[in-house]
């Protein structure tokens, strides 16, 4: 059995404000999950949600369903 660790990266759309969140989306097919986490706290919790809950999450983000920040 092979373990896959996590890559995680941030959007090239990030600037450097420190709003930021890193995924890691190469687990998402082998272990059905896109593991989310703060960028600026990269050993503190993570968030595991599935991969269609992410989409959505990002279909809404795109459509502007949650606002300016």
Same mark, same amino acid.
């Given at each position: 059995?092979?373990? /896959?660790?996590?890559?995680? *990266?941030?959007?090239?759309?990030? /600037? ?35 991969p269609t809950? *992410?989409?959505? *999450? ?7 369903? *949650?606002?300016?920040?």
């Amino acid at each position: 059995m092979t373990t /896959e660790s996590p890559r995680w *990266f941030k959007s090239s759309y990030s /600037e450097n404000g420190g709003q930021c969140i890193e995924v890691a989306a190469n687990l998402a097919v082998s272990h059905d999950m896109v593991p989310v986490r703060d960028s600026k706290n990269p050993h503190g919790p993570v968030l595991n949600t599935s991969p269609t809950a *992410f989409a959505t *999450f990002i279909e809404g983000v795109k459509a502007g369903e *949650f606002g300016a920040i």
